[in-house]
């Protein structure tokens, strides 16, 4: 099987594997305890802080960790609308974010909270006129993902950031398929967060940025380990994370998109297609292509040998459209054609050899 699924999740760096395998074996102990044992592992949690605060160039105590990316857009979403619940309990967000945002705000939605979902155009991006004319006195925060994890494609956080900033609204961005692949500027954001398993550390980690904790509610009630989250620390994941920034900063993700850019090139001289987001910003790691010349349960078929994603959703044994596709005017017809091949630095070009090899034959 040859993997092509790592906008889904991402093998782990085998340094960063062997450097955490102690933390299972031998350094066990609670973090938080006050004992030697405990003691010593403060220092190293605080060394992936340092880790991460210099990745993201920040302060170690804007930093919490969590359990990933879905954790740690509930807890601003939610911890958001409560504490801001004398100023206003108005949300904007986009019609393609992440589920974990979108499933969110619909729950806040029954408890009193107004969304604003913007549009995107057929290229994927917001209007940012629209978006300017969604501010009202009641708003109290825009999240707005930084890349699309079906299509890759980015948005300009930047000018996002400098509205929010021009009407003192809070800003918060889903950096979680873009993490270290695109430059980030925190001046004009406030909350941002991505995930461990996206960029080869381990599952079940991730890392939260508030500029200012104390706006935030916390989600989770308890031993309050971290300023804004309480439950035992996850020590081999915390490790793993801040391993995983420091690698970023020497990943060669020029060498990932002319990968990238090589299989679409070629694709397009074999067959048919349509690669959603062409002419505008893309991360190196995802292309969406649609299969003109296959239908869905042929292409599935052609490809049963490569781990890739439909855009299209399984949804009770009914087949919906992508919800982000249709967003971009697609046609159903077109999203069911579609597939996501989501590449990394541990993709080889004979991988997408193989891969071409399938569609030059006839
Ligand atoms: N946001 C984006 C853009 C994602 O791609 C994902 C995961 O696919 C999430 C949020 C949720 O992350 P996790 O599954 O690590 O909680």
Same mark, same amino acid.
């Given at each position: 099987?040859?993997?092509?699924?790592?906008a889904?999740?991402t093998?782990?760096? $085998?340094?960063?594997?062997?450097?955490?395998?102690?933390?299972? *074996?031998?350094?066990?102990a609670n973090?938080?305890?006050?004992?030697?044992?405990?003691?010593?592992l403060?220092?190293?949690?605080?060394?992936?802080?340092?880790?991460?605060? /210099?990745?993201?160039?920040?302060?170690? /105590?804007? @930093?919490?960790?969590?359990?990933?990316? +879905?954790?740690s @857009?509930?807890?601003?979403?939610?911890?958001?609308?409560?504490?801001?619940?004398?100023?206003?309990?108005?949300?904007? +967000?986009?019609? +393609?974010?992440?589920?974990?945002?979108?499933e !969110?705000?619909?729950?806040?939605?029954?408890?009193?909270?107004?969304?604003?979902y913007?549009?995107? $155009?057929e290229?994927?991006?917001?209007?940012?006129?629209? #978006?300017?004319?969604?501010?009202?006195?009641?708003?109290i925060?825009?999240?707005?993902?930084?890349?699309?994890?079906?299509t890759?494609?980015?948005?300009? @956080?930047?000018?996002?950031?400098?509205?929010?900033?021009?009407?003192?609204? $809070?800003?918060?961005?889903?950096?979680?398929?873009?993490?270290?692949?695109i430059?980030?500027?925190?001046?004009?954001?406030?909350?941002?967060?991505?995930?461990?398993?996206?960029?080869?550390?381990?599952?079940?980690?991730?890392?939260?940025?508030?500029?200012?904790?104390?706006?935030?509610?916390?989600? %989770?009630?308890?031993?309050?380990?971290e300023? =804004?989250?309480?439950? !035992?620390?996850? +020590?081999?994941?915390?490790?793993?994370?801040?391993?995983?920034?420091?690698?970023?900063?020497? !990943?060669e993700?020029?060498?990932?998109?002319?990968?990238?850019?090589? #299989?679409?090139?070629?694709?397009?001289t074999?067959? /048919?297609?349509?690669?959603?987001?062409?002419?505008?910003?893309?991360?190196?790691?995802?292309?969406?292509?649609?299969?003109?010349?296959?239908?869905?349960?042929? %292409? =599935?078929?052609?490809?049963?040998?490569?781990?890739?994603?439909?855009?299209?959703?399984?949804?009770?044994?009914?087949?919906?459209?992508?919800?982000? %596709?249709?967003?971009?005017?697609?046609?159903?017809?077109?999203?069911?054609?579609?597939?996501?091949?989501?590449?990394?630095?541990?993709t !080889?070009?004979?991988? =997408? $050899?193989v891969?071409?090899?399938?569609? *030059?034959?006839?």
């Open positions: 099987m040859i993997y092509f699924d790592n889904a999740t093998k782990i760096d $085998d340094e960063i594997l062997e450097a955490i395998i102690p933390y299972f *074996s031998i350094h066990y973090p938080s305890s006050n004992h030697l044992l405990g003691k010593e403060k220092k190293v949690i605080k060394k992936s802080k340092h880790q991460i605060s /210099n990745f993201l160039q920040c302060n170690e /105590n804007q @930093i919490t960790f969590t359990s990933g990316s +879905t954790e @857009i509930n807890t601003i979403l939610k911890g958001m609308f409560f504490s801001c619940l004398e100023k206003g309990n108005h949300i904007i +967000t986009v019609k +393609t974010e992440h589920k974990a945002v979108l !969110t705000c619909k729950y806040l939605e029954t408890i009193g909270a107004e969304i604003t913007l549009d995107v $155009d290229n994927g991006l917001i209007d940012l006129i629209q #978006l300017e004319n969604s501010i009202k006195k009641n708003t925060l825009t999240c707005v993902m930084h890349a699309n994890n079906e890759g494609i980015i948005q300009d @956080i930047d000018t996002i950031g400098k509205i929010c900033k021009k009407h003192t609204i $809070d800003f918060f961005v889903d950096a979680t398929q873009s993490i270290g692949k430059p980030i500027n925190l001046e004009n954001i406030d909350f941002l967060c991505f995930s461990g398993h996206k960029i080869h550390a381990p599952k079940g980690i991730g890392v939260l940025y508030t500029k200012e904790y104390s706006k935030i509610s916390p989600l %989770l009630h308890g031993g309050n380990q300023l =804004i989250r309480s439950g !035992t620390l996850n +020590t081999p994941g915390i490790v793993g994370i801040g391993m995983a920034c420091e690698l970023l900063l020497s !990943t993700f020029k060498e990932i998109n002319d990968l990238k850019l090589y #299989l679409e090139k070629e694709l397009q074999l067959t /048919n297609i349509l690669i959603h987001g062409k002419n505008v910003e893309r991360i190196s790691t995802i292309s969406n292509i649609c299969f003109y010349d296959f239908e869905e349960g042929l %292409l =599935i078929e052609k490809l049963k040998d490569f781990a890739i994603s439909q855009a299209s959703a399984c949804n009770s044994s009914v087949i919906q459209p992508s919800y982000v %596709l249709k967003a971009m005017n697609l046609t159903n017809e077109q999203s069911f054609r579609s597939i996501r091949i989501s590449v990394s630095k541990f !080889t070009q004979k991988e =997408i $050899d891969f071409l090899s399938i569609f *030059s034959k006839k």
